[in-house]
């Protein structure tokens, strides 16, 4: 498949890219957009042919559904049923960082949702996303813009190496505002809870939905995963990273065995280490180490080094979503083969 790649800039007229993209949606085709959290790969959710092409694009086992973005709260009916739920948050979070479970409109393909009755929903805050989407006419599955497995897709350079060949079009836009997903909250539960940490943290959100709770996100091996997409590996860059607090990565930047490592680190930490390192930004500012984070852990596949250790940040705010993902992507410096 030939990919075709347009660049559009923030805050300039994008019309013509909007056309264009909407029209390979409603031609059943598959287009790599911007949003504020990270770049989708968007198809008309109603259409099973064309949600097929996302799977078959990233190559998502067909357990796991998809996103579906709307261009606003009011068109959220044509992705879901809203009855019984109060859409009163949605009025202030949305457009944003905030994907919500919902039961299903039968109109949606029920390839998205994976055979569930529900949905995710979300309205991003990109004018560029939601003027396609309403210039499409239908609601568009979306999830991460990357290959399974791998890091998501948060630069567009960075995509454009990967999915080259597997979409029809790439709407380049630069770097994604926040670098991390959005943060999927089931409100039908009692209480509200949160199922994948992101860029909202459950601060941003406690007002909206009193009582939210955020769960643990680790899974024992028997037990059932809070959305599908939890079972499986995620994030990973090829070569193996381990994950360490600043105290153990100085000590093994200063042992035999530190010049086989890459230290994916914040700036701090970068000053008080040698060796090759890929810096993330300020410890002092987790949005930045957030914004970073996908296009740092694949820099490590490029780097001369055959391993790499990341830096671990505090568990407050945005700094749930990073640790979910590094997490996800690494293992404990502690189970990393002795040389
Ligand atoms: O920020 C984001 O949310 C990005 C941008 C493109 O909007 N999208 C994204 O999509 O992260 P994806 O497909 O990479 O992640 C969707 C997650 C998966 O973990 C999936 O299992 C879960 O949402 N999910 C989707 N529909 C679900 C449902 N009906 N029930 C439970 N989990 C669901
Ligand atoms: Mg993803």
Redesign the pocket.
């Known amino acids: 498949m030939k990919t075709e790649v347009l660049r559009i800039k923030t805050g300039s007229d994008h019309r013509d890219a909007v056309d264009q993209a909407a029209g390979v949606l409603r031609s059943g085709g598959v287009v790599v957009f911007p ?8 198809a008309n959710a109603y259409s099973d042919d064309a949600v097929e092409k996302i799977f078959r694009a990233k190559g ?1 086992p067909q357990d ?6 709307v261009d606003s709260l009011n068109s959220i009916g044509m992705a879901a049923l809203t009855g019984g739920i109060s859409i009163e948050p949605l009025k202030t979070l949305w457009p944003g ?1 905030l ?1 919500v ?1 919902m039961k ?1 409109n039968p109109l949606v393909s029920s390839l998205c ?2 055979g ?1 009755d ?3 929903v ?1 309205c ?1 805050d990109n004018a560029f996303a939601r003027d396609m989407i309403t210039a499409a006419g239908f609601p568009v599955a ?5 290959v399974a497995g791998r890091p ?1 897709g948060s630069d567009a350079h960075d995509i454009l190496a990967e999915l080259d060949g597997r979409v029809d079009l790439i709407i380049d836009a630069g770097r994604s505002k ?1 670098g ?3 943060t ?1 909250v ?1 409100p039908l539960h009692r209480p509200p809870r949160i ?2 940490p ?2 909202f943290a459950v601060e941003d959100l406690e007002k909206f939905f009193p009582g939210i709770v955020q769960e643990k996100f680790k899974i024992g091996r028997d037990e059932k ?6 079972k499986y590996r995620h994030y990973s860059p090829e070569k193996p990273l381990y994950f360490a607090t600043p105290a153990q990565i100085i000590d093994l930047n200063r042992s035999d065995r530190g010049r086989e490592f890459a230290y994916i680190c914040s700036r701090e930490l970068s000053g008080e280490i040698d060796g090759l390192r890929i810096e993330l930004g300020s410890r002092e500012n987790l949005y930045e180490i957030a914004s970073s984070l996908y296009s740092s852990l694949r820099k490590l596949d490029q780097v001369p080094r055959k391993m790499g250790v990341i830096e671990v940040f505090p568990e407050r705010g945005i700094g749930v979503a990073i640790m979910n993902r590094i997490e996800k992507a690494a293992l404990p410096l502690g189970r990393a083969p002795k040389s």
Not at 64 to 69: D, G, T
Not at 142 to 146: D, I, Q, Y
Not at 225 to 230: A, K, R, S, V
């Open positions: 949003t504020e959290t990270v770049y989708g790969i968007g998502r796991n559904p998809l996103i579906v973005h960082p994907s479970l299903k949702t994976a569930l529900t949905v995710v979300r991003p979306a999830p991460s813009a990357n998501s926040f991390i997903e959005s999927i089931d199922l994948r992101g860029a995963p809070l959305t599908p997409g939890m």
